[in-house]
């Protein structure tokens, strides 16, 4: 009588591509952590009674209130301004301000873009502080 040999391969597990992926995952997200860090628009929300001191300070320096209208007007400092010559403004409010802050508001139809470059504008002029506020209605 003739035996069988026993011929069964042992099933293994190719652990190799499953190690590639994940090697090639933590590299991809060790480079991308300081692209993350860095880049963004950080808000930080306040309590409305932090937001009135801090008014109640700015205003005791010299501020630089942007506030853009619905209809694209831009307002600084409560007067209107025409938009080619507000960067030139915005930096000379800037250095005779000893905190450096600006504050940016907008209506509320105003597109968000535009207020991103408003914020650029303030930064690039050289405000240490961007302020988003919000502004109130009035009957």
Known sequence: MIKKRNTKRR???NLAPMVDISLSL???FVLAIPFILESGIFVSRGAAGRVK???RKSRQD???NIYIRKDGTILLNEEKVDPDSLPVL???LLERSITK????SADSEVMYDRVIQLIDLA??????DVVIMKRVRRK
Do not use: F, H, N, Y
């Open 90 to 92: 915005v930096a000379k």
């Open 53 to 55: 001191t801090t008014l």
């Open 62 to 64: 010299m501020t630089v």
């Open 11 to 13: 099933a293994t597990v």
């Open 26 to 28: 933590l590299i991809m």
């Open 123 to 128: 930064k690039a002029q050289g405000a240490k």
């Open 101 to 104: 802050k600006a504050i940016v």
